[in-house]
């Protein structure tokens, strides 16, 4: 134990003053890129703020740029993410110690190509970060929310080549920028370099503004369905609590009623909006289909669900659709869970993470109250829920974060998405906006309407362009609607998929095996 907080220590302070002073520096940096996450249009600072740390990081060695690059992405992920404490401060310290290591080995990567070949170095790093950041959304350790694109959700006309290049092509416009400037700025380089770095930076700049702003069209439209959405600002502890649970159920058939003349389509409750598990409760249940019936509307209710298979006990975060009679006719178990948060990545084999196992051994979580991650199971497969007039995916919370995921849904046969969320759990931090930024991004990538109802805010009705048509603040008690249209035809994007950033991780995938492969190669001939 003794030995590991030693190692921690030297990690965060480390005896050799220049790497100090380097991690100094590299912490200004990492917090300067974390304002272009936030809720202000700081977005252009993405532009330019890994133009220092990557000029730092080709200077050493491939071992020393990992650690390096390890603890710069630790800072930038703290800066970016500080807000997953306020859910379950184990969970953060996990996620962040787990997330810096991607970048760490792209920029040890980097720091080894471009001291072979410069040039070398110059045209992988780009392709390394996008393969990096796809690739980070495959497991169920995933947790793709800082994708670089994202820092640049404010400027809509910057973000609409999305629906041709999608998000991994906009980080990798963003790479080369950043790239091309340090190049233009670098004293050391031939003017021809400097000059030809200037264009790149130019060229990509132009183009994508002007993409923007020819295909964005001035006024937004509205279509013939109509949606309602509920935020009723339920706390958390009046929410669960026995005593209190009841005036969840009464506070949204209240806000219901209050849209039920209104020749609404659908009306949409937040994520587990309903506390309870409606498919084996019949009391609650019997209380959901009341308010359907009484509002003689097709209602979509986050809840819970449960499966017993194989004498265990399995817990879903889960959308029930009810009809207008009342009955559930849809269920959909969320498939993408928060890592470290909603669940243990692969709890089947790692029991000894689940929060019973846990709680057994370690007191504190029960003694201080300490929130740690629950013990929900995946669900398998999306699923199209239907209104008379269209079909729609359902996005729990966290799945808006992937774009394949998403886009899956809709070659499904989804004609709008519907995201349901409790931001509560963030409180007044950036969280709820990063969030809010990803559905954005699904809407402009596909070109499809996204409703996104959140029990705090922000809830939104979300255009094909990004645009909130509609939309509500934070800590509000509300209702918004809305006339959207279905899906007109797939974008770009949806057709051939987040091409860039498979090719990418291929490319990345094959860089890396071929440096581990001369690594061990080289440990090898040492030996001998």
Wanted: charged content about 15%.
């Amino acid at each position: 134990m003794k030995s590991l907080l030693t190692n921690i220590k030297h990690f965060f302070w480390p005896k050799d003053k220049s790497v100090r002073l380097r991690r100094l520096e590299l912490i200004f940096w990492a917090f300067l890129l974390a304002l272009a996450y936030l809720p202000l249009p700081f977005g252009f600072i993405a532009w330019f703020a890994l133009i220092r740390p990557i000029q730092i990081i080709s200077k050493l060695t491939p071992k020393e740029a990992f650690r390096a690059g390890y603890f710069y992405s630790f800072m930038a992920n703290l800066f970016q993410l500080y807000w997953v404490a306020i859910v379950t401060p184990p969970g953060m310290v996990a996620a962040i110690f787990l997330l810096s290591l991607y970048p760490a080995i792209i920029f040890s990567s980097f720091a080894k190509l471009y001291q072979w070949r410069k040039w070398v170095g110059l045209l992988a790093l780009p392709i390394l970060w996008v393969g990096m950041e796809y690739f980070r959304s495959l497991t169920e350790v995933s947790f793709p929310w800082t994708d670089l694109a994202y820092s640049q959700g404010y400027y809509l006309t910057l973000i609409q080549i999305v629906s041709v290049i999608g998000c991994y092509g906009l980080s990798l416009f963003l790479m080369i920028i950043n790239i091309s400037l340090w190049q233009m700025l670098s004293k050391s380089n031939r003017l021809e370099t400097r000059v030809s770095s200037a264009l790149v930076v130019l060229g990509v700049s132009v183009f994508v503004f002007l993409y923007g702003w020819v295909v964005l069209p001035p006024y937004p439209e509205t279509g013939d369905i109509k949606i309602s959405m509920l935020q009723g600002n339920v706390d958390l502890d009046t929410k669960w609590k026995s005593e209190t649970r009841m005036r969840n159920f009464e506070l949204y058939d209240s806000l219901s009623q209050s849209v039920a003349n209104d020749s609404v389509d659908l009306i949409i409750w937040p994520e587990t909006a309903a506390p309870c598990y409606p498919r084996v409760e019949r009391r609650y249940r019997d209380i959901l289909a009341g308010t359907a019936r009484r509002s003689g509307t097709t209602h979509l209710i986050g809840a819970l669900d449960v499966i017993y298979e194989n004498k265990k006990e399995k817990a879903y975060n889960s959308a029930f659709q009810f009809s207008a009679d009342g009955l559930i006719d849809t269920t959909y178990h969320k498939v993408k869970l928060v890592p470290f948060s909603e669940h243990v990545p692969y709890q089947d084999y790692l029991p000894f993470l689940t929060r019973d196992f846990l709680a057994q051994y370690l007191d504190a979580i029960k003694m201080h109250q300490i929130q740690w991650w629950s013990d929900f199971y995946p669900g398998d497969t999306t699923v199209i829920f239907n209104i008379d007039k269209a079909g729609y995916a359902v996005l729990i919370c966290f799945e808006s974060a992937f774009p394949q995921f998403v886009r899956q849904t809709i070659l499904d046969g989804a004609e709008f998405l519907v995201t349901i969320t409790n931001d509560t759990w963030f409180g007044r931090s950036s969280g709820p906006y990063q969030h809010l930024i990803l559905s954005v991004f699904r809407a402009v990538e596909n070109r499809i309407w996204v409703a996104r109802c959140a029990n705090s805010g922000i809830s939104a009705f979300i255009d094909p362009f990004g645009r909130q048509i509609v939309s509500t603040g934070l800590y509000t008690r509300d209702v918004i609607s809305a006339n959207i249209y279905p899906l007109e035809g797939h974008s770009t994007f949806t057709k051939i998929g987040p091409i860039i950033g498979q090719i990418s991780a291929l490319i990345m995938a094959v860089l890396l095996v071929i440096l581990l492969f001369l690594w061990i190669k080289g440990k090898f001939t040492k030996s001998r």
